[in-house]
T-cell receptor
């Protein structure tokens, strides 16, 4: 089983809709989870992190974590064309390295 | 610009040649990471430095790969006897002391390697 699984997509949503991005992980010891955004041809940048079960909201972004199910998600409300990017999930592994999923490519159509 | 700087941005080489990439991290960051990314994949961890010490190295990293950070500032990643499978984007990232606990890695723009 891969350490981090994400639907590679592409996921296509209309402007203004809610985009839902999902990630499962295999390491039950993971305590922290990070979402990175990577625009085409650019490097990844951190947009959200979550440590505790439940929801964490930051503007239009909500991260949801369920440690029992080893599942973390990212919701983007009122999606904008500028949100079109690949979203990478990265659980902390207990060492210094972050292990990234393949990413989900999101396209928001005007 | 005080972000992470990588050089060269693009490198085309023939199979069997050696290549070296340089990374200059954000000056106050003592942690430095190298990742590799191929098309359609997420970044794959290669190695990590805290100051000048190389503390972790991927088991997948061939012995043709070597990285250094001699004075705890800039780092180099050398690939010897390149193979076509080495073609990828090589990403360098740095982070402050809190490092991967906060997940905030600051990535450079990457060095794209093409092996012919």
């Amino acid at each position: 089983q891969k350490e981090v699984e994400q639907n590679s997509g592409p996921l296509s949503v209309p402007e203004g809709a809610i985009a839902s991005l999902n990630c499962t992980y295999s390491d039950r010891g993971s305590q922290s989870f990070f979402w990175y955004r990577q625009y085409s041809g650019k490097s990844p940048e951190l947009i959200m992190f979550i440590y505790s079960n439940g929801d964490k909201e930051d503007g239009r972004f909500t991260a949801q974590l369920n440690k029992a199910s080893q599942y973390v998600s990212l919701l983007i409300r009122d999606s904008q064309p500028s949100d079109s990017a690949t979203y990478l999930c990265a659980p902390a592994t207990g060492s210094e390295k972050l292990v990234f999923g393949k990413g989900t490519k999101l396209t928001v159509n005007p | 610009d005080t972000g992470v700087s990588q050089d060269p941005r693009h490198k085309i080489t023939k199979r069997g040649q050696n290549v070296t990439f340089r990374c200059d991290p954000i000056s106050e960051h003592n942690r430095l990471y190298w990742y590799r990314q191929t098309l359609g994949q997420g970044p794959e961890f290669l190695t990590y430095f805290q100051n000048e010490a190389q503390l972790e190295k991927s088991r997948l990293l061939s012995d043709r790969f070597s990285a250094e950070r001699p004075k705890g500032s800039f780092s180099t990643l050398e690939i010897q006897r390149t193979e076509q499978g080495d073609s990828a984007m090589y990403l360098c990232a740095s982070s402050p002391t809190s490092g991967a606990n906060t997940g905030e890695l600051f990535f450079g723009e990457g060095s794209r390697l093409t092996v012919l």
